[in-house]
């Protein structure tokens, strides 16, 4: 599994180049890693959890504040980076009515601000 990570983490600092790691760009960063992953032998919720290290791991290794980088830390933490992921999975496999996702990404998102106040 090191070797995966390895790889997989030089590919998507590859990927990511000189872009800024903030909130707006998390969702970018988890696209790219779960594209990597995508093409690994890894399956399931072994993808899932790859895919949540990469992006953790992106984030430590970013030159960012210590607020932003807590925040995004955070929301790998706390589950949301992966259930973002699961939503694009279950999307990308016509498992989900659209406007039930948005109701429930909001209050998942409203939920998080608010304990972080």
Do not use: H, W, Y
Request: hydrophobic content about 45%; aromatic content about 2%; some cysteine.
């Amino acid at each position: 599994m090191s070797n995966v990570f390895e790889s997989s983490l030089k590919e998507l600092k590859e990927k990511i180049g000189k872009m800024e790691i903030n909130a707006k760009t998390i969702v970018t960063v988890l696209r790219f890693a779960m594209e990597i992953v995508e093409a690994t032998q890894l399956k399931g919720e072994s993808q899932k959890n790859l895919v949540e290290k990469l992006v953790k791991q992106i984030v430590i290794d970013s030159p960012i504040s210590d607020d932003k980088e807590k925040l995004l830390l955070d929301m790998v933490d706390n589950g949301i980076v992966g259930s973002m992921a699961d939503l694009v999975v279950s999307a990308s496999k016509g498992e989900i009515d659209i406007n039930s996702a948005v109701k429930v990404a909001s209050t998942c998102c409203l939920s998080f601000m608010k304990q972080r106040k």
